[in-house]
């Protein structure tokens, strides 16, 4: 069982992957290309970012222009928000905590958004900066859910919030399931299906088996650095197949909405597959998406 202590500074290391992203979208934003546009994400980010750049900067030695992967994923999201059935006006988003989609994506007007994420001091310091800026909100209605899906009882926060099982919803689960064990990602899964009415959409990434194994180059430091503090690796799932890994616990139709494992273009960026650091193989990132009949 993990301990409070442990419990503790792996907040921390999930934090520095937060601050990490909401800085690459800054960068994103900034691009004269960019496929996603974030203009609160660079005040995000401000605070820590003279922390952040120097290890950006050691990234790109491993993992050239590394905002192209966190860019491509939160599009992919962002179009599978909009694409949703028109009915579904209830969602959910999981590790939300610097997350802006409530600010940004004119797709969630008519919603009722609930942002998810165990780190009440991520959504502290959005709500004082973009509060700062005069930010509006772009949903009907929005609450702020402060639970840790590895608690068995995480989902009575979300009903508590206003949440309602008997209406359509959808679930983006972005940057969620590399953080939990399989039995964890399994379980929060099967409580999703409880809480789903039909015609309920799920959203979620899974990166390749050689990420768990710390066998990915530009996350290495970070992930011995959780090796040597907590004695595991910082990405607790790794599935090289994701239509038949935890997703497929999900007794929804599900679809592979795009893998990473190959070069391609994605809106417009051209993308070349992450190398696992002692094969030198591709390795998997795939985006799923799921429809319960």
């Not at 409070?4 to 290309?33: N, P, T």
């Not at 605070?47 to 939160?74: C, D, G, H, V």
């Not at 970070?222 to 239509?243: I, K, P, Y």
Request: hydrophobic residues 40%; proline residues 6%.
């Amino acid at each position: 069982m993990t301990n409070h202590a442990d419990k503790v500074h792996s907040e921390d290391f999930v934090q520095f992957m937060s601050f990490s992203s909401v800085f690459l979208r800054s960068v994103e934003h900034d691009r004269e290309d960019r496929i996603v546009s974030d203009p609160f994400a660079e005040p995000l980010a401000r605070q820590i970012a003279p922390q952040l750049a120097p290890r950006m900067n050691k990234w790109t030695e491993s993992l050239p222009q590394p905002e192209n992967y966190f860019s491509i994923r939160t599009r992919y999201l962002d179009e599978a928000i909009a694409q949703r059935n028109g009915s579904i006006c209830q969602v959910v988003l999981f590790r939300a905590g610097l997350g802006t989609r409530a600010y940004r994506l004119d797709p969630l007007r008519s919603c009722h958004v609930f942002e998810v994420d165990q780190n009440f001091a991520l959504f502290e310091h959005k709500v004082r900066v973009l509060d700062a800026l005069s930010a509006p909100l772009l949903p009907e209605q929005h609450d702020i859910v402060v639970a840790d899906v590895n608690d068995f009882n995480w989902e009575e926060k979300l009903l508590s919030a206003g949440f309602d099982s008997t209406i359509p919803t959808f679930w983006g689960l972005e940057g969620q399931t590399m953080y939990l064990e399989r039995p964890s990602n399994v379980a929060l899964l099967k409580t999703i299906d409880i809480l789903s009415a039909p015609g309920s959409e799920v959203w979620g990434d899974v990166g390749g088996h050689a990420l768990q194994e710390g066998g990915v180059a530009a996350f290495k430091q970070v992930d011995e650095l959780s090796q040597a503090e907590l004695g595991t690796h910082l990405f607790r799932l790794g599935e090289d197949d994701a239509l038949h890994g935890v997703f497929s616990e999900l007794p929804w139709e599900l679809e592979l909405q795009a893998d990473l494992e190959q070069p391609g273009t994605h809106f417009g960026r051209a993308w070349e597959p992450i190398l696992s650091v002692t094969a030198k193989a591709p390795v998997p990132f795939s985006f799923v998406h799921g429809v319960k009949q």
